[in-house]
T-cell receptor
Framework: GAGVSQSPSNKVTEKGKDVELRCDPI?????LYWYRQSLGQGLEFLIY????????KSGLPSDRFSAERTGGSVSTLTIQRTQQEDSAVYLC???????????????FGNGTRLTVT | QQQVKQSPQSLIVQKGGISIINCAYE??????FPWYQQFPGKGPALLIA?????SEKKEGRFTISFNKSAKQFSLHIMDSQPGDSATYFC????????????FGKGTMLLVSP
């Protein structure tokens, strides 16, 4: 079956521009996560959506970052006024239900590589 | 504050050897410890996971050893193969998996032929 789909796969933008990154989770998955992967920094949690509940935004690094999830499915991560330190791979993941575990692992997309010049 | 510390940062192992990656945590509320495997250009994928009520879990050539008192857990890859070359992330979460996963910084494993 189809996995988590992210677009674009690569994005090069100029400093100061806004960017939108898209994530299509696996159909039926109620939980959706955004992580950022920087070189040597592992996977940094950004934001989490669960059903119709208010999102957990505790990982967003600044108010330039925002995300929304429409209709409980597709999600968009927006970075305003991009900075060079925003350059990273942005990974989206979904899981079947809120509780992650062996029966409900995170399924990651292949990420969007963002380069801010 | 780094809640899950992973070492080494990179590892080279000969084919057939044992690869060992270690993780340590501080938060005793963590109760679910998965390992994720990531190939270049791909997203991470769940490899194996353990809960603190057991000290070891084995799936094929992959074994997690868990030491609750030391707050450490490790991944052992027996008979390492070139196809195992990837980046490995340990992670932890609380509340029986209801909290978000906190990941280590990753270990880049290279298995030489």
């Amino acid at each position: 079956g189809a996995g988590v789909s992210q677009s674009p796969s690569n994005k090069v933008t100029e400093k100061g521009k806004d960017v939108e990154l898209r994530c299509d989770p696996i159909s039926g998955h109620t939980a959706l996560y955004w992580y950022r992967q920087s070189l040597g920094q592992g996977l940094e949690f950004l934001i989490y959506f669960q059903g119709n509940s208010a999102p957990d935004k505790s990982g967003l690094p600044s108010d330039r970052f925002s995300a929304e999830r429409t209709g409980g499915s597709v999600s968009t991560l927006t970075i305003q006024r991009t900075q060079q330190e925003d350059s990273a791979v942005y990974l989206c993941a979904s899981s079947f239900r809120r509780k992650t575990g062996d029966n409900s692992p995170l399924h990651f997309g292949n990420g969007t590589r963002l380069t801010v010049t | 504050q780094q809640q899950v510390k992973q070492s080494p940062q990179s590892l080279i192992v000969q084919k057939g050897g044992i690869s060992i990656i270690n993780c340590a945590y501080e938060n005793t509320a963590f109760d679910y410890f998965p390992w994720y495997q990531q190939f270049p250009g791909k997203g991470p994928a769940l490899l194996i996971a353990i809960r603190p009520d057991v000290s070891e879990k084995k799936e094929g050539r992959f074994t997690i050893s868990f030491n609750k008192s030391a707050k450490q857990f490790s991944l052992h890859i027996m008979d390492s193969q070139p196809g195992d070359s990837a980046t490995y992330f340990c992670a932890a979460s609380m509340n029986s998996g209801y909290s978000t996963l906190t990941f280590g910084k990753g270990t880049m494993l290279l298995v030489s032929p």
